[in-house]
């Protein structure tokens, strides 16, 4: 993708910003409010309307085939604009899984309410059994008469208390070695024996639940590719999980956000020192994460690109929240209540997002868990690009 | 592995029962229940605490108290950081007594002191407000601001330096009920109060000091010592929560702990938990010396601790995956008062220079 295209896609993502967002749930976002679901659809919706949510797909399936760049670009700007999280499960996720993967009947009946978002899609992977190790899931989907009887527990699903459907990694039957008889299964959130239980999250806010399975019939029309498959098709979404160039616009978002608090706060040396430091490393990240976008749009993947950007980024996320936060001082330890508006002129007012930059910081800390812990991922390096 | 920073009997004393009484009546699931009212500590605790005599650690023998002095608070607040107590123990049984009781104000001792010791009245300080930020005093009246005063919300009075028309400084209390006061409660990450305290020409009573100033200071460098040892205690805590896990938690069939990976970040830890625990325990000691080399290590210890306390956090979360950010899970509450702690013994630019500082004038003195 030529520089003057990727420019033009920003610009027009910046003009989205401007004349299509409303301001309100701009400066929510900005301020790192927490979102409901209302707001999350009327985005999507938004991203849907310009004809962004799913340009990624193929062009059979409604898509614009948007190839990867194209599309870490777009993700990186929106990002940078401090705009909200593109909700993954259904666009990014579960969507590319049908194109690839889904037979006709499942395209045409899940894919349109994707797109618009008209069905909210949630993630069954991981168990409390199976975080790191996700072979180990233990979720298993018995054949009974055309269907699977369901039954097991999901963890730190996102959103699925506001979920009409969920895709699962199911065991379908055992095989030598964990990762076959896995299999990918849909399932209507609205079937008996679904139940979903909050997780609080130290930032005090309701984002994972755990979901139990009690003998849930699932249509074997429901599951995606064959017996087996499932091992594959899930590697094939975590790729798309971990290649994200939201990577690259946060932290350009938290770095700005971070020069301004500076400005307001009259900060001192050893601040501006590390706000310089931090600028270097945004830098090294857009310039590696680019490079390796290109390589893989080249075919030259060596298997471990989305590895090598999700640890870099999500540290370097974790350092920009931790400044901003320190930078509060005493502010930054801070979960509510109203504080009386400074008098005197050596104290600068409270900023309207710090209660968000502390929340931030606190569920931010689960970056270099979620999706691969960081450890993980080092593992993977290690073996598919060092050889160790 | 514990440290003993009172080194004496007192304090080994007041250690065991303290840390007997946090394990019987104030372990992770009853502390729940304790702070389930929202007031953002425990009353019956501080009730329990007046009685067994540990409020009244820093009163004069003659008063019923037990002399101890700043290090003997020391092994106190290692316990509040190890047990995550939540009751006003630094301002009010630490800081407050301590000026309180090194007043040479008898009429207020008496005044003050019993009912601080029965549990009856607390009283906050405003610690980390320099001597070139007092307030104004005119007439005996108090006016001006204080920001994040630690349980402010819950203090009846409140310690502050205040300067007259002529310049010169007193250490003033002030009680928290008048008219011309106003106070905003806000709620910290780990769920103690502070309050904003704006004072529109409120009443107060001045201590008597030979220099006040001198007090002041010492009294913050008391301050910056305890919240040393506090750090100490949580992340003493911090890393026997993450080994207790790492040994438990099988995933690719064996416990993650056999990672030689983890287990070199473990050491790390260890490390740093060493060396955390000697600055605090050094601070605590030179201060009750009264070394001339005090200063520089407590400003050292705080610059160790503001470090240690951010890395052992972190790594401890890390280590438990997904369940370290759940509020359900212990080592989530210990990162958040990791987090607190640090940012109260900073900013640490602050702290390092004043170190090097202090480095420079005890090159000049030798």
């Avoid at chain 1, 506001?162 to 895709?167: H, K, N, Q, R, T």
């Amino acid at each position: 993708m030529v520089e003057g295209a990727r420019q033009s896609l920003r610009e027009a993502v910046q003009r989205f910003a401007v004349e299509d967002v409303p301001a309100a749930l701009r400066e929510r976002s900005r301020t790192f409010a927490a979102l409901d679901k209302s707001d999350y659809v009327q985005w999507m919706q938004l991203l849907h309307a310009k004809g962004w949510a799913t340009a990624h797909w193929p062009e059979e399936d409604g898509g614009k085939a948007w190839g990867l760049m194209q599309r870490f670009v777009f993700e990186d700007e929106i990002a940078r604009q401090g705009l909200p999280w593109i909700i993954p499960f259904g666009v990014k996720y579960v969507g590319p899984v049908l194109c690839h993967y889904g037979s006709a009947e499942q395209k045409q009946r899940f894919l349109p309410p994707i797109t618009d978002t008209s069905e909210w899609w949630a993630q069954g992977y991981s168990e409390p059994g199976a975080g790191s190790d996700l072979a180990a899931i233990k979720t298993t989907a018995e054949p009974d008469g055309g269907d699977y009887i369901v039954n097991g527990q999901k963890v730190w699903t996102t959103y699925a208390q506001w979920a009409d459907w969920i895709f699962c990694l199911v065991r379908t039957h055992r095989g030598e070695r964990p990762q076959e008889g896995i299999s990918f299964l849909l399932c209507d959130m609205n079937t008996p024996g679904i139940t979903v239980r909050p997780i609080q999250t130290m930032d005090g806010h309701h984002h994972v639940n755990e979901v139990w399975f009690e003998d849930v019939r699932v249509p074997e029309a429901n599951r995606v590719g064959n017996e087996g498959e499932g091992w594959r098709i899930a590697k094939f979404l975590l790729q798309n999980e971990r290649t994200a160039g939201s990577y690259v616009g946060s932290a350009w978002f938290l770095l700005e956000r971070l020069r301004s608090l500076l400005e307001e706060c009259d900060a001192d040396t050893s601040h501006r020192q590390q706000l310089e430091e931090l600028e270097l490393r945004c830098f090294g990240l857009e310039t590696v994460c680019y490079r390796l976008v290109a390589a893989m749009m080249e075919g030259q993947e060596g298997g471990a690109e989305a590895s090598l950007m999700k640890i870099r980024a999500t540290e370097l996320h974790q350092d920009l929240a931790r400044a901003l936060v320190d930078v509060l001082g005493a502010d930054g330890i801070v979960a509510g209540g109203e504080s009386l508006p400074r008098e005197q002129a050596a104290a600068p007012p409270v900023p309207l997002d710090a209660v968000g930059m502390v929340t931030n910081q606190l569920y931010g800390r689960a970056e270099t868990i979620y999706g691969g812990s960081t450890e993980i991922q080092r593992n993977i390096v290690a073996k598919a690009v060092l050889g160790l | 592995m514990r440290t003993d920073f009172a080194q004496d009997e007192l304090g080994s004393m007041l250690r065991d029962s303290i840390a007997r009484y946090a394990v019987e009546r104030y372990d992770f699931s009853a502390r729940r229940t304790l702070l389930a009212d929202g007031k953002g500590y425990a009353p019956q605790v501080w009730a329990d605490a007046a009685e067994q005599g540990w409020l009244a650690i820093r009163h004069p023998e003659g008063m019923n108290g037990a002399a101890g002095d700043v290090a003997t608070v020391g092994a106190l607040m290692e316990l509040v950081g190890r047990h995550l107590l939540m009751e006003p123990w630094l301002v009010s049984a630490g800081l407050g007594a301590g000026l309180i009781a090194a007043s040479d104000d008898d009429g207020l001792k008496a005044q003050w002191l019993p009912t601080m010791a029965a549990g009856e009245y607390a009283v906050s300080v405003a610690w980390q407000t320099p001597v070139a930020s007092a307030l104004c005093l005119e007439h005996d009246l108090v006016t001006g601001e204080v920001a994040a005063v630690l349980h402010g919300n819950c203090a009846d009075a409140l310690l502050v330096p205040a300067r007259d028309s002529d310049g010169a400084l007193s250490i003033v209390s002030i009680e928290l009920d008048q008219a011309e006061i106003r106070r905003a409660d806000r709620v910290l990450i780990d769920g103690r109060r502070i309050a904003d305290v704006r004072f529109a020409g409120a009443r107060c009573q001045r201590l008597a000091f030979r220099n006040s100033e001198q007090t002041w200071q010492r009294m913050r460098a008391e301050a910056l010592a305890l919240l040393c040892a506090e750090g100490a205690g949580v992340v003493n805590r911090l890393l026997e929560l993450t080994l207790d896990y790492v040994r438990v938690r099988k995933q690719f069939g064996q416990p993650i702990g056999r990672n030689q990976a983890l287990q070199h970040r473990l050491v790390e830890m260890r490390l740093q938990v060493e060396e955390s625990q000697a600055m605090a325990a050094a601070s605590l000691e030179r201060l009750r010396a009264n070394a001339s080399s005090a200063y520089r290590t407590i400003v050292g210890a705080a610059s160790v601790l503001i470090d240690a306390l951010k890395h052992i956090a972190d790594e401890a979360v890390q280590m438990h995956g997904g369940i370290g950010i759940t509020e359900e899970a212990e080592v989530s509450h210990y990162y958040r008062r990791a987090n607190v702690v640090r940012a109260l013994l900073g900013p640490r630019a602050q702290r390092m220079a004043e170190f090097c500082e202090e480095g420079a004038s005890d090159d000049q003195r030798r």
